[in-house]
């Protein structure tokens, strides 16, 4: 299995409190991203890393903010969590410039966070 | 923009064969993917094809595409309980960091 570690796997929080979920790498890959999964909506991207410093937005990202101030560490804020971020958090991690790589994805265990 | 299109859900009966089908919109994909979620835990990948084949074993799996119709489905022969799980189709294109994940197919198998 790849490392990939997430935490906390669980949160419960109120709404208007800021929370910050963590994700570490150990297989030193250059990109890394935010999914969350929601019932009849798949996995959607919240932002994503291309490297240390290197964020950009996905097609959720309102009201999350990310940074990667090393390569394995990329970290996901909730400035203010409403009820509508109550949801599965997902970190993945690929390296396309792998020549051997077909451009997988590895996942990690998922965050599920509960917002009251 | 890209899309990736899946039936919800998907019941079959023990010992049979479970089909499950995806279309996709973005002809510039490279890779086409299944990936499969057990209950409380991240994804896997269970198999991968190149956009310039047709099809792919890998023992109970077979994976079919049809680029004309940007169609993909996941065979799987012989379907055992094990294999109930949520399946994701999910494309890329090479050298790119973007993903496009489907919904999902909540498959679910019957003693």
């Known amino acids: 299995d790849a490392g990939i570690t997430q935490s906390p796997r669980h949160k419960v929080t109120e709404t208007g409190t800021p929370v910050t979920l963590r994700c570490h790498q150990t297989?030193?890959?250059?990109?890394m991203y935010w999914y969350r999964q929601d019932p009849g909506h798949g996995l959607r991207l919240i932002h994503y890393s291309y490297g240390v410093k290197d964020t950009d937005k996905g097609e959720v990202s309102d009201g999350y903010s990310v940074s990667r101030s090393k390569t394995e560490d990329f970290l996901l804020t909730l400035e203010s969590a409403t009820s509508s971020q109550t949801s599965v958090y997902f970190c993945a991690i690929s390296d396309p410039s792998q020549l051997s790589s077909y451009n997988e994805q590895f996942f990690g265990p998922g965050t599920r966070l509960t917002v009251l | 923009g890209e899309d990736v299109e899946q039936s919800l859900f998907l019941s079959v009966r023990e010992g049979d064969s479970s089909v499950i089908n995806c279309t996709y919109t973005d002809s510039s994909s490279t890779y086409l993917y299944w990936y499969k979620q057990e209950p409380g835990a991240g994804l896997q990948l269970l198999t991968y094809?190149?956009?310039?084949?047709d099809m792919k074993q890998d023992q109970r799996l077979t994976v079919l595409l049809n680029k004309k119709d940007k169609h993909l489905s996941l065979r799987i022969a012989d379907t055992q309980t094990g294999d109930s799980a949520i399946y994701f189709c999910a494309e890329s294109t090479s050298g790119t960091y973007k993903y496009i994940f489907g919904t999902g197919t909540r498959l679910k198998v019957l003693a």
């Open positions: 297989e030193n890959h250059r990109y």
């Open positions: 094809i190149f956009s310039n084949m």
